[in-house]
């Protein structure tokens, strides 16, 4: 695991493989809150034109 601050090659990798479905998960909401962020922008537009 950890050693004087050094956290060894497979403990870094095992860590980043249980993070990265969380992350992906994240990146997902993100780009669905982006996209309808988008739309609402374009809906704002549309009405002051």
Known sequence: ???NGIVDEQSAIEFMNRIEPQIREWEQQ???L???H???IAAFRV???
């Open 47 to 49: 009405e002051i034109a």
């Open 30 to 32: 993100w780009k669905k």
């Open 38 to 40: 988008q739309q609402e």
């Open 1 to 3: 695991m950890e050693q």
């Open 34 to 36: 982006s996209d309808r």
